[in-house]
């Protein structure tokens, strides 16, 4: 059983930066960054395979910079530029197949949730 533990989050106001990160008890072939607000489905936001290719959705480009240490155990997600509708709770993931970060996602494991609120 894998355990992830977030940190990071809180509250900001439109514009700013926050970094969430998230230790793991092993290593995995996909780590990923979800997040889910009120009354919303969740949603994948950003997936780092084994080969530590990236992907984001659409809504975080350009803005969220997700990485993983050389170990990986660590990741991060690095948010600039936050708007109110990226306000919701925030979970790290991680799959034990690199299939895992294909698509929406299909995760094995998952940490508590780290708030994030977005101030306008």
């Known amino acids: 059983q894998v355990q992830l533990v977030e940190s990071g989050g809180g509250s900001v106001q439109a514009g700013g930066s926050l970094r969430l990160s998230c230790v793991a008890s092993?290593?995995?072939?996909?780590v990923a960054w979800f997040r889910q607000a009120p009354g919303k489905e969740r949603e994948g936001v950003a997936f780092?395979?084994?080969?530590?290719?990236?992907r984001y959705v659409d809504s975080v480009k350009g803005r969220f910079t997700a990485s993983r240490e050389i170990t990986g155990t660590t990741l991060y997600l690095e948010m600039n530029n936050l708007k109110p509708e990226d306000t919701a709770i925030y979970y790290c993931?991680?799959?034990?197949?690199?299939?895992?970060?294909?698509?929406?996602?299909?995760?094995?494991?998952w940490g508590q949730g780290t708030q994030v609120t977005v101030s306008s």
């Open positions: 993931a991680a799959a034990k197949s690199s299939r895992g970060c294909l698509g929406s996602g299909t995760m094995d494991y």
């Open positions: 092993e290593y995995t072939n996909c």
């Open positions: 780092i395979s084994n080969a530590y290719e990236t």
